[in-house]
């Protein structure tokens, strides 16, 4: 008999003894079964759901992790953007607009194409430092109103180049100052005081004669560069004159205009002194220049185009008047320009207020009394100067530097 059939008959009652303890031991072993059964399948569905909830808080810490990185990226994105930013307004616009409140070196008004301190130096450098002449220079702008400068200058007697380094501070000149600024002795001061009630006067004819010794003593063909005043101050008209007929043997290199009287001590000193060259092979030559309407002539070699329109070459105006006045003109608008540039002096110059006044009371002089030269530097062999203090009326001359020859260094 199958174990179904009796299992029938065991739920009708119609087993018997024995078959009944065959279907309860049946049942028994059944229940043991589906009980180990039952526990095996609680535990996989356990790990199933322990699995799952793993998996859940993994996937949630992922999402968890990159919801933060992304958060973390955008904080970092947003305070690198914040920091290039203030860069960015430090540089171009803070900077900008405090450096606006001083001299700007840098800055292109004056010319087209030439930094404003380029016209400044050089106009400078040729009213008040004989013996030189501007061959570049470069402005290096660092913010907050502080340039670097650098210049190259030519010294016209060594043939030579200096360069030359100094740093601008909200208008003032800091850091090393360059050796450019003043004269290294007062040349002319013998023609500043008047003779017969000034002590100073003296000193410098005695100082005169003893270079006139040191003159005659020197080889003939010995290279000079003198100093030479005027008995009496002379026209420039005059000045062309004696350029012309000694332009083989003497080199003009700077002419000292008078811009006070002679009895107003301490007005017309060292530094203050003022003047311009002559020659139109100084510096440099920039293909470029400041307003020529309101400063004429402030290039001396624009004068080639006034004589070309002028009536000289058919003898009907006369060639030293025609270059006096073109000298007179040229100086005039170097002083116009310097007066105007106050912003330049108060940034190069440690005594500004000084400085601005003498160019302002000296266009007030050669408006009342024109435009006169007292003396001028020369370079020449020791032969032709003596030559020269013969032949005119020559007060004293000041030996500043000698060498061997014209072409030594």
Not at 63 to 73: G, L, R, S, T, V
Not at 107 to 128: A, C, M, P, V
Not at 374 to 385: F, H, K, S, T
Request: proline share 2%.
């Amino acid at each position: 008999m199958e174990f179904k059939d009796l299992l029938e008959k065991y739920k009708n009652n119609q087993a018997s003894e024995e078959e009944k303890a065959i279907v309860e031991r049946e049942i028994e072993k059944n229940e043991i079964i589906n009980e180990y059964l039952a526990d095996k399948l609680d535990f996989k569905l356990d790990l199933e759901e322990n699995e799952m909830s793993n998996k859940e808080v993994i996937n949630h810490k992922k999402i968890i992790k990159k919801a933060m990185n992304k958060k973390m990226n955008k904080i970092i994105l947003i305070s690198v953007i914040s920091v290039l930013l203030i860069l960015f307004s430090i540089k171009y616009i803070v900077a900008p607009i405090v450096s606006s409140f001083y001299y700007n070196p840098a800055k292109i008004s004056q010319g087209k194409y030439f930094d404003d301190f380029y016209f400044d130096l050089r106009t400078f450098t040729e009213l008040n430092i004989p013996g030189y002449g501007l061959n570049s220079e470069v402005v290096e702008p660092l913010g907050f109103g502080k340039y670097n400068i650098y210049i190259n200058q030519e010294n016209t007697f060594k043939n030579s180049t200096e360069n030359q380094q100094m740093q601008i501070l909200k208008n003032m000149p800091c850091g090393q100052f360059i050796k450019i600024y003043c004269l290294e002795s007062d040349m002319f001061q013998d023609v500043l005081y008047k003779d017969e009630t000034n002590a100073p006067s003296y000193y410098y004819q005695r100082r005169s004669g003893e270079m006139m010794i040191e003159l005659k003593e020197l080889n003939p063909v010995s290279y000079v560069s003198a100093y030479i005043s005027f008995d009496n101050d002379i026209e420039l008209k005059d000045l062309s004159y004696l350029i012309e007929e000694y332009n083989d043997e003497l080199n003009f290199k700077w002419v000292g205009i008078r811009v006070s009287n002679k009895d107003e001590l301490g007005t017309q000193y060292s530094t203050n002194q003022v003047g311009f060259n002559p020659s139109l092979n100084d510096g440099s030559s920039a293909g470029d220049n400041v307003n020529s309407d309101k400063y004429p002539l402030i290039s001396l070699t624009d004068y080639l185009e006034d004589l070309d329109d002028s009536q000289i070459i058919s003898g009907q105006e006369d060639y030293y008047e025609f270059m006096g006045k073109e000298y007179e003109t040229h100086f005039i608008s170097l002083l116009k320009y310097m007066n105007d540039r106050k912003e330049f002096i108060e940034a190069y110059s440690y005594t500004s207020s000084s400085i601005s006044e003498f160019y302002k009371q000296s266009l007030y002089y050669i408006e009342e009394n024109g435009v006169k030269t007292y003396g001028v530097l020369v370079y020449g062999e020791a032969q032709d100067i003596l030559k020269f203090k013969e032949n005119e009326d020559v007060k004293s001359i000041y030996v500043d530097n000698v060498k061997s020859s014209k072409y030594s260094k």
